[in-house]
């Protein structure tokens, strides 16, 4: 794991766990909750894949100890859940509060640098993208993409076998093809320019399995990346520096 288990963070930003999906790598998640040190955790949608569990059937315990573990942490601090797309269920419900943890369809965050940062899962703004690759991961990602992260894990499953380094099918293939690549870039974009409409400094976002931080316009888009392929977190330390945790 990337960084000091020891640090204490201002808010961590994690989203697209895929709980109830064979695509998440709860062994990864379950270690980063139990060391994560932090004022706020924020769940950046996607927690629950509704989509996945409405087809099949799957909740092995390591994803009952997943949720579990939040509980426990919610009783120390302010647990924010943002619902997704895969988790739309939620969204049908009034906003809630269960103890410290709280249902929201989004939130406004105040940085320490005293910026203000609308936090969304992100799916709300496939609709904004007008190129022939909207809305990609809806279409490609449920189901030629959930394919993809089959294959990934067989991947990986021969790479640890023969001690190889860690590298993700999915990410690099991410990377090489047009119509991902416009995509992701095409969504940042996008998320920025509303975000700059609205009166935002920036916007933290999931939903594209996709971290990175970077700057449009005086506008800072920040995305948080997933728990199927790439294992990180966004973070705001203490000094008001914003930072991507990898923990594959």
């Not at 030629?144 to 001690?163: E, G, H, M």
């Amino acid at each position: 794991m990337e960084g000091n288990t020891g640090t204490k963070y201002r808010a961590v930003f994690i989203s697209d766990l895929h709980l109830g999906s064979k695509h998440c790598n709860s062994d990864a998640l379950l270690e980063f909750l139990t060391n994560i040190n932090t004022e706020k955790l924020f769940l950046v949608g996607d927690i629950i894949d509704g989509w996945r569990l409405q087809k099949k059937w799957f909740w092995p315990n390591k994803h009952n100890r997943i949720l579990q573990k939040i509980l426990k942490i919610s009783k120390n601090i302010e647990v924010i859940y943002i619902t997704g797309n895969h988790d739309e269920f939620l969204r049908k419900l009034p906003e809630m509060s269960f103890g410290n943890i709280s249902i929201e369809n989004r939130v406004t965050y105040l940085g320490l640098d005293g910026k203000k940062y609308l936090v969304t899962h992100g799916d709300i703004f496939d609709n904004l993208m007008n190129s022939l690759y909207g809305r990609f991961i809806m279409h490609f990602g449920d189901f030629a993409y959930d394919k993809l992260l089959y294959l990934n894990r067989l991947v990986i499953r021969f790479r640890k076998l023969f001690k190889l380094s860690p590298w993700s099918l999915s990410k690099y293939l991410k990377t090489k093809a047009k119509a991902a690549s416009n995509y992701i870039n095409d969504f940042s974009f996008e998320m920025s320019k509303y975000c700059k409409h609205k009166g935002y400094d920036g916007v933290i976002c999931g939903h594209i399995h996709h971290a990175e931080i970077v700057e449009y316009d005086g506008i800072t888009y920040m995305n948080d990346g997933d728990w199927c392929e790439s294992c990180t977190a966004l973070v705001e330390t203490q000094t008001g520096d914003w930072k991507i945790l990898n923990n594959s």
